[in-house]
């Protein structure tokens, strides 16, 4: 799988999928329940809707520090932080599988669905591991099995009547990311070395017209699900024929729909109740 770094979706991604992820956002930060004084980690922090929420909820000593893999993401992060002129918080670009930071420096890290991108995940665990205080929880959030599953049911139904387009039938991580279910999760976080202390999904569903559909897998994928399409006419054609299968449910929702995981480092850290 590719490394993806949302880049070319920056400024899409802002703007029509972190809005309808907030309540998936607020769930997190609930299941953590902080004290306020935490040192946090936002992996994967994009546009930054998430780091300030936390930010919002610290109190003095308390400080958030995000880091992306894009570039363009951590400028849209840092223009919100200086409109809502947070000093608590700081942006910078990093990556996931070597952070630059030392061993037990964190109390707390966060990570919402820039884990279905990593292209080693088991690294990132570990890298997670080590920056955590002993006794450190992590609050994962993941793309889960059923997250835009009305999309992979359109591709499912026109690619047996076109197998050049869609060779493979579109798995549901054809669109670059891995889709995790709770319990899948929580068994590659154990693996690592933590232990899971509470594992849930949500899931939310809405009205949406077929054109901000696909707007909306785009402005997070960039048409990943095309990149075995090398020819214009080809690409298309595939474009058309997903779109008019959408149009043709009378009543079409999109799903939102993430995997959590809360853990705990091992050791002697703070006794917080989860």
Same mark, same amino acid.
């Given at each position: 799988?590719?490394?993806?770094? &949302?880049?070319?979706?920056?400024?899409?991604?802002? #703007?029509?999928?972190?809005?309808?992820? %907030? /309540?998936?956002?607020?769930?997190?930060?609930?299941?953590?329940?902080? &004290?306020? +004084?935490? =040192?946090?980690?936002?992996?994967?922090?994009?546009?930054?809707? *998430?780091?300030?929420?936390?930010?919002?909820?610290?109190?003095?000593?308390?400080? *958030? #520090?995000?880091?992306?893999?894009?570039? #363009?993401?951590?400028?849209?992060? $840092? !223009?919100?932080?200086? #409109?809502? =002129? !947070?000093?608590?918080?700081?942006?910078?670009?990093?990556?996931?599988?070597?952070?630059?930071?030392?061993?037990?420096?964190?109390? @707390?890290?966060?990570? /919402?669905?820039?884990?279905?991108?990593?292209?080693?995940?088991?690294?990132?665990?570990?890298?997670?591991? $080590?920056?955590?205080?002993?006794?450190?929880?992590?609050? *994962?959030?993941?793309?889960?099995? $059923?997250?835009?599953?009305?999309?992979?049911?359109?591709?499912?139904?026109?690619?047996?009547?076109?197998?050049?387009? %869609?060779?493979?039938?579109?798995?549901? +991580?054809?669109?670059?990311?891995?889709?995790?279910?709770?319990?899948?999760?929580? $068994?590659? @976080?154990?693996?690592?070395?933590?232990?899971?202390?509470?594992? %849930?999904?949500? /899931?939310?569903?809405?009205?949406?017209?077929?054109?901000?559909?696909?707007?909306?897998?785009?402005?997070?994928?960039?048409?990943?699900?095309? +990149?075995?399409?090398?020819?214009?006419?080809?690409?298309?054609?595939?474009?058309?024929?997903?779109?008019? /299968?959408?149009?043709?449910?009378?009543? *079409?929702?999109?799903?939102?729909?993430?995997?959590?995981?809360?853990?705990?480092?091992?050791?002697?850290?703070?006794?917080?109740?989860?």
């Amino acid at each position: 799988m590719k490394t993806h770094s &949302f880049n070319d979706v920056a400024e899409e991604y802002s #703007q029509k999928v972190a809005p309808y992820r %907030f /309540s998936q956002f607020l769930t997190l930060i609930h299941e953590l329940d902080l &004290f306020g +004084d935490e =040192k946090v980690l936002d992996i994967g922090s994009g546009p930054g809707e *998430l780091s300030m929420e936390i930010a919002k909820r610290l109190a003095e000593g308390g400080f *958030l #520090q995000g880091i992306d893999l894009s570039p #363009q993401m951590i400028e849209l992060a $840092r !223009r919100i932080a200086q #409109q809502q =002129k !947070r000093d608590n918080v700081s942006f910078a670009t990093g990556d996931a599988l070597a952070l630059e930071f030392e061993n037990d420096t964190f109390d @707390v890290v966060v990570s /919402s669905n820039a884990f279905p991108w990593v292209p080693d995940r088991e690294k990132f665990l570990s890298e997670v591991l $080590r920056v955590l205080k002993p006794g450190g929880r992590l609050g *994962l959030v993941a793309l889960s099995d $059923r997250c835009y599953r009305e999309f992979f049911d359109a591709v499912s139904q026109i690619a047996p009547e076109h197998p050049e387009l %869609f060779p493979h039938r579109q798995t549901q +991580d054809s669109i670059g990311a891995r889709l995790h279910t709770p319990n899948e999760l929580a $068994r590659l @976080v154990e693996k690592t070395g933590f232990s899971v202390i509470k594992r %849930f999904s949500v /899931s939310t569903e809405e009205p949406i017209k077929a054109e901000a559909y696909v707007e909306r897998v785009n402005a997070i994928v960039s048409e990943n699900y095309l +990149d075995h399409l090398n020819n214009n006419g080809q690409r298309g054609t595939a474009r058309r024929l997903i779109l008019d /299968s959408l149009k043709q449910k009378k009543d *079409l929702y999109i799903t939102e729909s993430s995997a959590f995981v809360l853990a705990r480092k091992p050791g002697w850290g703070l006794n917080y109740q989860i």
